[in-house]
Nanobody, 124 residues
Framework: QVQLVESGGGLVQAGGSLRLSCAVS????????MAWFRQAPGKEREFVGF????????DYADSLKGRFTISRDNTKNTLYLQMNSLIVEDTAVYYC?????????????????WGQGTQVTVSS
């Protein structure tokens, strides 16, 4: 059974940084794209970015480019999200997601496996 467990969320002041982690078990981590999404209160789940299987290609939501960086360590079965220059609008629950097939997508429906989420709160 595929399991994804996020960690690293918390409370941070605007302008600060956080690094989220997502530990994956139950499958061959290294051959699949991995993605991050987020959901703010009262809003729909939003694409943050994805990284291809080898870590050589990434894609981000336009509004986050330059502030967020996704990376992965296939030797540790772990996905990361480095968030810099955080703003209040980044406050949300952040989720990592994994697909069941090869390929890449920005759409949440492509990813059947999700972690439980980790709360990120940015204060002004």
């Amino acid at each position: 059974q595929v399991q994804l467990v996020e960690s690293g969320g918390g409370l941070v002041q605007a302008g600060g940084s956080l690094r989220l982690s997502c530990a994956v078990s139950g499958r061959t981590f290294s051959i699949y794209t991995m993605a991050w999404f987020r959901q703010a209160p009262g809003k729909e789940r939003e694409f943050v970015g994805f990284i291809n299987w080898s870590g050589t290609s990434t894609d981000y939501a336009d509004s986050l480019k330059g502030r967020f960086t996704i990376s992965r360590d296939n030797t540790k079965n772990t996905l990361y999200l480095q968030m810099n220059s955080l703003i209040v609008e980044d406050t949300a629950v952040y989720y990592c997601a994994a697909p069941s097939t090869l390929g890449i997508s920005r759409l949440p429906d492509f990813y059947p496996y999700w972690g439980q989420g980790t709360q990120v709160t940015v204060s002004s």
